[in-house]
């Protein structure tokens, strides 16, 4: 069992910047992939960013290339979510989540342990 735990979130202004942590409680965590989604007020959850586990591959929602970043820190069991440009329509709850494999992917369903989730909020 893989608990994540995000923290991070907040509000801000828009162009304004954020950095979402996500840790790990497993020590395995260095062998799967992760990935960041969200989930605004009455829309589905949706895929934001992920990593492989050796952090050589990246995979960005086309909504988000650009502005924010994926990393890693495989000795701290933690995974970053730097978030640049903020707009409106970033407001959401972010989520961390691993698939228990190494692939990189963006489907929902390949995920199967998640965080509680932080809350972001863009303000115009």
């Known amino acids: 069992q893989v608990h994540l735990v995000e923290s991070g979130g907040g509000s801000e202004q828009a162009g304004g910047s954020l950095r979402l942590s996500c840790l790990a409680s497993?020590?395995?965590?260095?062998?799967?992939?992760m990935g960041w989604f969200r989930q605004a007020p009455g829309k589905e959850r949706e895929f934001v960013a992920a990593?492989?586990?050796?952090?050589?591959?990246?995979y960005y929602a086309d909504s988000v290339k650009g502005r924010f970043t994926i990393s890693r820190d495989n000795a701290k069991n933690t995974v970053y979510l730097q978030m640049n440009t903020l707009k409106p329509e970033d407001t959401a709850i972010y989520y961390c989540?691993?698939?228990?494999?190494?692939?990189?992917?963006?489907?929902?369903?390949?995920?199967?342990?998640w965080g509680q989730g932080t809350q972001v909020t863009v303000s115009s």
């Open positions: 497993e020590r395995t965590f260095s062998s799967y992939a």
């Open positions: 989540a691993a698939p228990p494999s190494s692939v990189l992917t963006s489907s929902i369903y390949e995920y199967r342990y």
């Open positions: 990593i492989r586990w050796s952090a050589s591959d990246t």
